[in-house]
């Protein structure tokens, strides 16, 4: 996030886009509703009416896979009817022209006939997100998880950029992350391509300083491999082992049938976990670790804020901390790897990652601080941007838009898109041994329109085979005011009927995302 989360309330326009907010993220959605109860502008765009559309100013349904087009729509309009930010384009940014060749032809009435947004919707909210002196851009997966991911959140930075709602209170793009300290794993080189704060592996500079600190040599420059291009190799037979910590990918993953073939191609396959899952059952060897209120540490939240972590009761059985487990395995083979105590970890942390070196476990001992903080006498950065951007001036990127990896026919006629409902989280893992909430969301379902389930002659609660290109589950039907007709939506939740059977594993060529939100699907009755 470019701002932080109570800063939302602090803006005149919120446009929200690919997020399920009030289930996804319930706590941070109360500050969008408050921000809107406050008379500030909200716009949800959304394949779904979700329960946000409630407090929205305006709900525009574009179909499923088509985000560039409607933002290249929105660009135009601002641009047609000269309602930039001229001074800060000018300034603060480069490669405006060739964005505004690329956005010519993206009319109101083109982007209607890709997405389905009503062009008088289209310029309501353009003019709207334009005129707002602060606006914010607030969105989540269902803007990265296409082949085209990558190229969404590019084309929202340009429309925040053409706006210029970036580096100033109210405004910002801001991704809503979608699962706990997944910001700090990213931030601690959680990534096959970087270091601690997305130094580049290939950095020579950056290699030499993680040598030393690590008395090693030749740490390689290489790039490694993202899960999804280990599940593919897998798949192949290159390969060989793997070592999945605190994942559930027998769930998670796409095309699941793909995933299970490629996991048991696998010669050896650890996973280090605190509860048993769908993936477990498959290992060689299963490493029990502490959860998240069993140790001390930090944990890095959505709006880069690192916050203290406390140990409130004691682990069970065997379990250890997931440091200890590999600081043991490291030794084992070969180098010897200790730490104290978290605290130690935290310090080697802050001493090793620019934008965390002013962090300190007794700075935040009360309340969290906002990285960048790069020394200890430096307050912290809520938002960022707000002199120039990390390469110097902001790049707008030209970019066009292209259709989903899969497109419906007469065999699969409707389009399936997944996610999450509020009383369950992930794979379920942890969720899922909690009665209160199996009561409220027992089991999988197949949310559709009330005139899709009269085209298909079945009513609310029969049983169903949905079936793709890659499998086949069956759930239980679920007419929804959420569903609009032709789109279906299943929770991916539930492993017994998992809604991952079904999806595309087709890649985002950058970001290697799987297309989760779009895939063409089959439903009819169940069979016996």
Not at 226 to 247: D, H, R
Not at 484 to 496: D, N, Y
Request: proline share 5%; glycine share 8%; charged share 25%.
């Amino acid at each position: 996030m470019t701002n932080t989360i109570a800063d939302i309330e602090t803006s005149d326009m919120i446009l929200v886009t690919g997020s399920n907010t009030t289930e996804n993220h319930p706590v941070l959605s109360s500050f969008v509703k408050r921000a809107a109860l406050k008379g500030k502008k909200l716009y949800l765009i959304d394949p779904r009416r979700v329960k946000l559309a409630d407090h929205a100013d305006n709900w525009l349904r574009p179909f499923p896979g088509t985000d560039i087009a409607w933002i290249n729509g929105m660009m135009h309009v601002i641009i047609q009817e000269d309602l930039h930010d001229k001074n800060f384009i000018a300034q603060r940014t480069e490669n405006f022209d060739a964005l505004k060749e690329t956005v010519e032809k993206y009319t109101p009435a083109y982007v209607e006939a890709i997405t389905g947004i009503k062009q008088e919707d289209l310029i309501e909210v353009a003019r709207q997100f334009a005129n707002a002196p602060a606006a914010t851009i607030l969105y989540c997966m269902g803007i990265t998880q296409h082949t085209c991911g990558t190229d969404n959140v590019k084309s929202l930075a340009n429309l925040s950029l053409l706006c210029g709602h970036l580096g100033k209170p109210g405004g910002g793009v801001n991704p809503l992350r979608g699962q706990n300290n997944v910001q700090g794993a990213c931030d601690m080189g959680g990534l096959p391509n970087v270091f601690t704060a997305y130094l580049p592996v290939g950095n020579e500079e950056a290699r030499i300083k993680f040598e030393r600190a690590w008395n090693v040599t030749d740490l390689s420059p290489t790039p490694g491999l993202v899960a999804t291009e280990m599940v593919q190799k897998a798949y192949e037979g290159e390969f060989k082992s793997l070592f999945i910590i605190g994942e559930n990918p027998m769930v998670s993953d796409p095309d699941l049938n793909h995933a299970r073939k490629a996991l048991g191609n696998l010669e050896f396959l650890v996973v280090q976990d605190i509860f048993e899952t769908e993936t477990t059952r498959m290992a060689d060897v299963v490493l029990p670790s502490f959860c998240f209120a069993e140790k001390n540490g930090t944990f890095t939240n959505s709006e880069r804020r690192v916050q203290r972590v406390r140990k409130a009761v004691d682990a069970p059985g065997e379990a250890r901390r997931d440091w200890e487990i590999i600081c043991e395995i490291a030794t084992r083979m070969g180098y010897e790897m200790t730490y104290e105590n978290s605290h130690e970890i935290f310090k080697e942390i802050a001493d090793l990652t620019p934008s965390y070196k002013g962090i300190t476990w007794e700075r935040i001992d009360q309340i969290g601080i906002h990285w960048p903080c790069p020394s200890e006498d430096h307050a912290g950065t809520p938002i960022l941007h707000t002199a120039q951007f990390t390469r110097g001036k902001g790049l707008f990127h030209a970019i066009e838009h292209t259709p989903p990896a899969e497109q419906t026919d007469e065999e699969y006629p409707y389009i399936l898109t997944t996610g999450r409902v509020l009383y369950h989280y992930h794979t379920g893992t942890m969720t899922m041994r909690t009665d209160g909430l199996n009561r409220l969301s027992p089991e999988c379902f197949v949310e559709i329109s009330d005139k899709d389930v009269q085209k298909l002659g079945l009513d609310s609660g029969a049983m169903v085979d949905v079936s793709s290109r890659r499998g086949k589950i069956t759930a239980k039907l679920k007419v929804s005011s959420k569903a609009v007709e032709g789109t279906v939506f299943i929770p991916f939740h539930f492993a017994k009927a998992a809604a991952n059977v079904l999806t595309n594993g087709k890649l985002d060529p950058t970001a290697k995302i799987p297309e989760f939100k779009v895939c063409a699907i089959h439903i009819a009755p169940a069979s016996a």
